[in-house]
T-cell receptor, first 112, second 115 residues
Framework: KAGVTQTPRYLIKTRGQQVTLSCSPI?????VSWYQQTPGQGLQFLFE???????NKGNFPGRFSGRQFSNSRSEMNVSTLELGDSALYLC???????????FGQGTRLTVV | QQQVKQSPQSLIVQKGGISIINCAYE??????FPWYQQFPGKGPALLIA?????SEKKEGRFTISFNKSAKQFSLHIMDSQPGDSATYFC??????????????FGKGTKLSVKP
């Protein structure tokens, strides 16, 4: 069974640009969550989706948004990038919200 | 009240020893407590998880001990091996009981197992 796939693995963007990250969950998983990981703040919750509906959102500015498609694939978008957005962005999928969540390898975003 | 506090920040253990990592929480609505293992350059991998109606769960060399009254839980790694050297995160969520499954993570413990 294939794991959670995140693309791209690495990304370098300039301040002010926008970026879209993609996540393909494990087959059969309808729940997808996104997390930001930084050395200073650790793992912080961004948002979670179940069957195309956003169920919960973390404490991040409106520049961070996401969506889930009918095939459970998800994307997150960050607009007007700031240097502080440099982080590892992780996607996790599960059959039930947050329970037995499996993570992808992440997308390493660097904002210069 | 949503925090999960994890200690120690780093841990050095000799091969064959026992590694113990502790976590504490405040929100009694949490009903799911997983532990994740993360190697450099990789995403966190689910190691073992427990629900609050169980006081202990063992899977191979990994054991979670759960103390509901103290609102604490811990990970014990028996016979620690150099391959266990990684960062370990505890987490908590309300995934089983509610509509919010977001994981609240501890800050992580960097474990080094010396040969």
């Amino acid at each position: 069974k294939a794991g959670v796939t995140q693309t791209p693995r690495y990304l370098i963007k300039t301040r002010g640009q926008q970026v879209t990250l993609s996540c393909s969950p494990i087959s059969g998983h309808r729940s997808v969550s996104w997390y930001q990981q930084t050395p200073g703040q650790g793992l912080q919750f961004l948002f979670e989706y179940f069957s195309e509906t956003q169920r919960n959102k973390g404490n991040f500015p409106g520049r961070f948004s996401g969506r889930q498609f009918s095939n459970s694939r998800s994307e997150m978008n960050v607009s007007t990038l700031e240097l502080g957005d440099s982080a590892l962005y992780l996607c996790a999928s599960s059959t039930k919200l947050g329970v037995e969540a499996f993570f992808g390898q992440g997308t390493r975003l660097t904002v210069v | 009240q949503q925090q999960v506090k994890q200690s120690p920040q780093s841990l050095i253990v000799q091969k064959g020893g026992i590694s113990i990592i502790n976590c504490a929480y405040e929100n009694t609505a949490f009903d799911y407590f997983p532990w994740y293992q993360q190697f450099p350059g990789k995403g966190p991998a689910l190691l073992i998880a427990i629900r609050p109606d169980v006081s202990e769960k063992k899977e191979g060399r990994f054991t979670i001990s759960f103390n509901k009254s103290a609102k604490q839980f811990s990970l014990h790694i028996m016979d620690s091996q150099p391959g266990d050297s990684a960062t370990y995160f505890c987490a908590a969520s309300m995934g089983y009981g509610g509509s919010q499954g977001n994981l609240i993570f501890g800050k992580g413990t960097k474990l080094s197992v010396k040969p």
